[in-house]
């Protein structure tokens, strides 16, 4: 027994000698186990913030598909180089979150592979596994390695963006689906224009033929029951709405640049809950929900014109 814990503490001096010169740990075991080097130094050490974490865990049922399980392994970090997330405290669930854990399997093959895990989960950000959020990716064979079916690139996308958002509003305090569900389809479809290079993808969230009656029942977009509601008679215009904020936004006098980080950025950094995010909205974009929405029908008929200049690494490249 003693000698078990012996070697426990042994093996633990040794990671921390392993890890000590990583700077994550420099935050949290450094400071402590060396705090006599600090007692004369009042000043605090100078620590860079520690790294947000990505861990995969890929099921062998996409083994037959290796380019992709590459893809997730290397698509993932690169979003996260042009658009670093950062560990976060959230204060409403009391959980520090330092990554994500990736969880990724092919239906047809296996069923839920992960579930005693992170439940019986689809595509989503789904809960929180030791500090990190969970994203799960349940792929099809049948759907998405049919030839030429590029979805589960934009997938990767949209779901690095929630945890984009999330980390930036340091949890999610509400469930406003225009703005968070729109953001992700925005980012995917810029995704699949500069990277897939597919333009269509963008041009099919705007050729709704329903935009007017969608603009008419707008606010049932700010729920996720009011969207799925509402998806059958008037499409989804999220991207549309993400996409006319934007062109508002540059003719209050903003850069294409500024406006997107703006929507991407400023208003998840205004930490929005369900209350207070109408206000929210205002102080970050200068003009209220209700003259917003009344500036959709401007964009309506041809709505084309909001596809935006800039690509998705000018926006987030040298920020
Ligand atoms: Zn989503």
């Not at 520690?50 to 979003?79: C, M, R, V, W």
């Not at 305090?173 to 479809?189: H, L, P």
């Not at 007017?212 to 729920?223: H, Q, R």
């Not at 509402?230 to 062109?247: C, E, H, R, T, W």
């Amino acid at each position: 027994m003693r000698i078990n814990h012996s070697l426990a503490i042994i093996s633990l001096l040794v990671f921390i000698a392993i890890y000590s010169c990583s700077p994550e740990e420099e935050d949290t075991i450094l400071p402590t186990a060396e705090s006599s080097a600090f007692e004369e130094d009042t000043t605090p050490p100078i620590t860079e913030a520690a790294p947000f974490t990505f861990e995969y865990n890929l099921h062998s049922s996409l083994d037959k598909h290796g380019y992709f399980k590459d893809s997730i392994q290397s698509i993932l970090p690169a979003l996260n180089n042009l658009m670093p997330i950062s560990p976060y405290y959230d204060s409403s669930t009391k959980l520090q979150i330092n990554g994500v854990n990736i969880y990724s399997w092919i239906r047809e093959d296996v069923f839920k592979p992960f579930s005693s895990i992170i439940g019986e989960t689809e595509q989503c950000i789904c809960g929180e596994v030791d500090n990190h959020l969970v994203m799960s990716l349940e792929m099809s064979e049948e759907y998405d390695f049919n030839d030429g079916n590029n979805f589960k690139y934009a997938l990767l996308a949209h779901e690095f963006f929630h945890v984009f958002q999330i980390s930036k509003s340091q949890g999610f305090d509400q469930s406003v689906f225009w703005m968070i569900e729109g953001q992700a389809a925005t980012i995917e479809s810029l995704y699949m224009k500069e990277y897939i290079k597919d333009s269509n993808y963008l041009l099919n969230f705007l050729n709704q033929d329903s935009l007017e009656d969608g603009i008419k029942n707008v606010e049932e977009y700010e729920s996720y029951e009011g969207f799925f509601k509402s998806l059958p008679q008037y499409g989804d215009i999220s991207v549309f709405m993400n996409l006319a904020l934007a062109k508002v936004l540059q003719e209050q006098g903003n850069t294409e640049k500024e406006s997107f980080l703006m929507i991407f950025e400023n208003y998840w950094e205004s930490d929005p809950n369900q209350a207070n995010w109408k206000t929210k909205f205002e102080q970050v974009f200068g003009i209220t929900i209700s003259d917003f929405y009344q500036r959709l029908n401007d964009f309506k008929t041809n709505p084309e014109t909001l596809i935006p200049e800039i690509s998705l690494s000018d926006i987030f490249q040298n920020n």
